[in-house]
């Protein structure tokens, strides 16, 4: 197995692995818990079981009744998953192929979500100090740690595919040239000319 194939297959098992425990959570707070009949159920001073049926996106962003909005909603969280599946197939680094799958199986938990019930299940709810947070799910916050990671990596990460210079911490290269440092000063000399 190569290590792209690798890399796919370990982003995949992750993406199942998170569309997994969406599903079973929202199983079990519908049917095994009833939230909906309990609407919250504290669990910490600062964490509740909240039930929300979110007809937006994460965190009920562009949140609408109509049945044309979450037909629309699923139908973009597809195309997403198809564009995010082409970029995982290219992606170089194991963190980028983790935050890709990630993203595609929270996407995939919410629209299954939408496709059964019209909306999304959200539950966790977390608060504090008269502060409070959107309730969310597990496919939420696999989307957010994934899109975190994303960015993450695009703003500090050396660009893939680029061998490695003196901020990855490899020894400088420059063409037979070596570096040579004394107290005083830095200087370039050639191996090839030195005697």
Request: proline share 5%; aromatic share 8%; glycine share 8%.
């Amino acid at each position: 197995m190569t290590v792209q194939n690798r890399r796919t297959a370990l982003a995949v098992a992750l993406a199942l692995a998170i569309l997994v425990a969406d599903q079973v959570s929202k199983w079990w707070v519908l049917y095994v818990l009833d939230l909906p009949s309990l609407v919250s159920v504290p669990l910490l001073p600062v964490l509740s079981l909240t039930m929300v049926w979110n007809r937006g996106i994460t965190f009920g962003l562009f949140s609408s009744d109509s049945a044309w909005s979450a037909a629309i909603l699923t139908v973009l969280a597809l195309a997403i998953v198809a564009a995010l599946a082409m970029w995982l197939h290219r992606a170089e680094r194991l963190r980028v192929a983790l935050a890709l799958g990630a993203v595609a199986g929270g996407a995939v938990g919410n629209v299954i979500d939408r496709v059964r019930f019209g909306a999304v299940v959200d539950f966790i709810h977390a608060h504090a100090w008269g502060w409070s947070w959107y309730v969310f799910n597990v496919a939420d916050a696999a989307i957010v740690c994934g899109v975190a990671v994303l960015l993450l990596d695009s703003m500090f990460a050396p660009p893939a595919g680029l061998p490695p210079g003196p901020s990855s911490g490899a020894p400088p290269s420059a063409g037979g040239r070596t570096r040579l440092a004394d107290d005083t000063s830095t200087r370039l000399a050639d191996d090839t000319t030195a005697s």
